[in-house]
């Protein structure tokens, strides 16, 4: 083979390995972020769907129309929906579904509820994971989050409204007592309501977790309105 002959092989292979490097590239920023916000508002609205379904079941139990009564209620069933979180310091648009469970199918489809702690509201650790870049960028700003904001989450029959107590921990994956009833390394010495957000850090890696930590502030009823945080 040529001289010629070897350079323009070489630079055809540059040009292919260029070319699936770019695609690869677009299809981790770009393509993944649109499935993922689409299968986000899937879990919303399929949220919003059976909420107004159980509340009309409810509404006409109590008014004796024959339908039995129907308490909402929230259900915790691996890799599906059961609240919506906002986090008005990501903008007040920044809506995304709390899942069961932390499985990598389910962290593409929105955030993940760890197993094993606490429930919504409960007294002890809610403890929920996200993506901070690909699959929607969930919690791209998470490094943003300062003492005194809010994380509002519902579930369809009550605002449960938290409030971060320290900008973000940085830490080790395997730190696992972060997400412990009384977390470990969050400054909080006795049992509480608290939440507990995690994702990775740096940016674009997975060496690290960044975590954030809140306390439950106050709730009120869906039927009263949105809490005072989500109101421009």
């Not at 993922?36 to 006409?60: K, T």
């Not at 994702?199 to 960044?210: A, F, Q, V, Y």
């Amino acid at each position: 083979m040529s001289v010629r002959a070897l350079v323009r092989t070489v630079s055809e292979l540059c040009i292919t390995v260029g070319t699936v490097i770019v695609l690869f590239v677009v299809y981790v920023l770009f393509w993944t972020g649109v499935k993922a916000d689409r299968a986000m508002d899937h879990q919303i609205d399929r949220l919003q769907d059976q909420w107004a379904e159980q509340s009309l079941a409810a509404r006409d139990g109590k008014s004796g129309r024959g339908a039995p009564l129907l308490a909402l209620h929230t259900k915790y069933e691996d890799g599906k929906p059961f609240a919506v979180m906002y986090i008005p310091r990501f903008g007040f648009t920044w809506n995304k579904p709390v899942l069961q469970g932390t499985a990598t199918g389910t962290l593409k489809k929105g955030l993940g509820h760890y197993a094993r702690t606490a429930q919504l509201g409960q007294k002890g650790n809610f403890a929920v994971a996200g993506h901070r870049r690909t699959y929607g960028d969930p919690f791209k700003d998470f490094p943003e989050l300062r003492p005194g904001d809010a994380v509002v989450l519902t579930d369809g029959t009550t605002w449960f409204t938290y409030r971060i107590d320290r900008k973000p921990y940085r830490t080790l994956p395997a730190d696992i007592g972060v997400i412990d009833p009384v977390p470990r390394g969050s400054g909080y010495r006795e049992p509480g309501r608290y939440l507990t957000l995690t994702t990775c850090e740096p940016e674009w890696g997975h060496s690290h977790r960044l975590i954030a930590w809140a306390h439950l502030d106050a709730t009120q009823p869906v039927e009263a309105g949105k809490p005072e945080a989500l109101r421009r």
